[in-house]
T-cell receptor, first 112, second 116 residues
Framework: KNQVEQSPQSLIILEGKNCTLQCNYTVSPFSNLRWYKQDTGRGPVSLTIMTFSENTKSNGRYTATLDADTKQSSLHITASQLSDSASYICVVTRGGADGLTFGKGTHLIIQP | DAGITQSPRHKVTETGTPVTLRCHQTENHRYMYWYRQDPGHGLRLIHYSYGVKDTDKGEVSDGYSVSRSKTEDFLLTLESATSSQTSVYFC???????????????FGPGTRLTVT
């Protein structure tokens, strides 16, 4: 069964600290892996997209890594800001319009 | 939200009534999608469209129908709403399928539907 598991479910950190979110998947065949940020009451917004040949991808203070062999990805947030408070969703695609499998997300809260 | 609007943004309706949600895009993207988001679940695909009058079912299509008569509009209809269809519904668009990393999915702001 194609699944995407994210950990932790929720995380609270102080402003300015770093954090790492995890994503493990069993989706096959693999096309690409995406990280989205979803602010409360808004739709998800894409942060990064990686194919199997890409080990790391950065978008400002966000850095995603991918290990296609172990089927794991992580999202590292550097020097967190209050605006980073959101849910972060890992999505793995098999290809095709209906080939996206979404994780349940990690709910991140940044405290001042 | 990448030129995507959804209407209404909030709706409360009674069990057994029909409901239609609208998604409108100004990006001229070929693919349009309807997802639902519920606590304890990842986003789940209801239906998608790959062109005018071309639609297909997703993972959780039972109880829903869709129509796309114009490139820019994708309608989701609940023929007879049930309490299990209480959810947040998101429309998304993309220029191509997910197989290509260049084809991002852009999401609308969502519609919160409550069926009482």
């Amino acid at each position: 069964k194609n699944q995407v598991e994210q950990s932790p479910q929720s995380l609270i950190i102080l402003e300015g600290k770093n954090c790492t979110l995890q994503c493990n998947y069993t989706v096959s065949p693999f096309s690409n892996l995406r990280w989205y940020k979803q602010d409360t009451g808004r739709g998800p917004v894409s942060l990064t997209i990686m194919t199997f040949s890409e080990n790391t991808k950065s978008n400002g203070r966000y850095t995603a890594t991918l290990d296609a062999d172990t089927k794991q990805s992580s999202l590292h947030i550097t020097a967190s800001q209050l605006s980073d408070s959101a849910s972060y969703i890992c999505v793995v695609t098999r290809g095709g319009a209906d080939g996206l499998t979404f994780g349940k997300g990690t709910h991140l809260i940044i405290q001042p | 939200d990448a030129g995507i609007t959804q209407s209404p943004r909030h709706k409360v309706t009674e069990t057994g009534t029909p409901v239609t949600l609208r998604c409108h895009q100004t990006e001229n993207h070929r693919y349009m999608y309807w997802y639902r988001q519920d606590p304890g679940h990842g986003l789940r695909l209801i239906h998608y469209s790959y062109g005018v009058k071309d639609t297909d079912k997703g993972e959780v299509s039972d109880g829903y129908s869709v129509s796309r008569s114009k490139t820019e509009d994708f309608l989701l209809t609940l023929e007879s709403a049930t309490s299990s269809q209480t959810s947040v519904y998101f429309c998304a668009i993309s220029g191509g399928t997910s197989a290509s990393k260049t084809h991002e999915q852009y999401f609308g702001p969502g519609t919160r539907l409550t069926v009482t």
